[in-house]
C-alpha cells in the first residue's frame, strides 16, 4: 500500500509471523523509502549512500533466511535460494551500472519494491510455518537466533 507521500506502508498482511524476518522486511521498505526521498530531493550522495545500504542489507538479509530456512530444513529450501540468486545477479548488475555512473536508483526501488511484495506474499509465505514450528519445537535454539542475528546485522540487532 502507498500513502499519500509515495511512501509505501507496510501491510500486516505481508508479516510471516517470525519477529526477525518481520522485521527485516520492515526495514528494507524503510530503506526503500529512504531511497524515493533522496531521489525526490535529488541528492546524489544520498541517493548514493542509501542505494549502497538497501543492496548491503537486502542481500544480509536473504543470508539470514536462507540460514534459518536450513536449520528449519524446509523441503523447498533449494529452490528458494535458487530464487535470491537470481535477484542477487540483478542487484549486481545495477551496483555495476551505477558505478558506471548510471542512474539507476528509481528502477531500483520500483523493481525492488514490485519483486519483494512478491516474494514476501508467495515465497516466504511458503517457508514461514515450516521455520514457525521448528522454532517453536526448539529445532531453531534462541542462541543460535540471536548470534547469527547479531554476526549478520550487528549488535543488538
Known sequence: MTGEDGHWIWDPALDTG???IDAQHRRIVDYINELGDAIGAGDGAAIA????DLVDYTL??????ERLMARARYPAFEEHRALHEHFQQEVRDWRERFQRGEDVAAEVRAELRTWL???IQVEDHKYAPWVRA???????EKGWLAKTLDRLFGEGA
Open 18 to 20: 517470525i519477529a526477525e
Open 49 to 52: 549512500a542509501t542505494l549502497h
Open 60 to 65: 544480509t538479509h536473504f543470508s539470514f533466511e
Open 117 to 119: 511484495l512478491r516474494h
Open 134 to 140: 521448528s522454532l517453536e519445537q526448539g529445532q531453531i
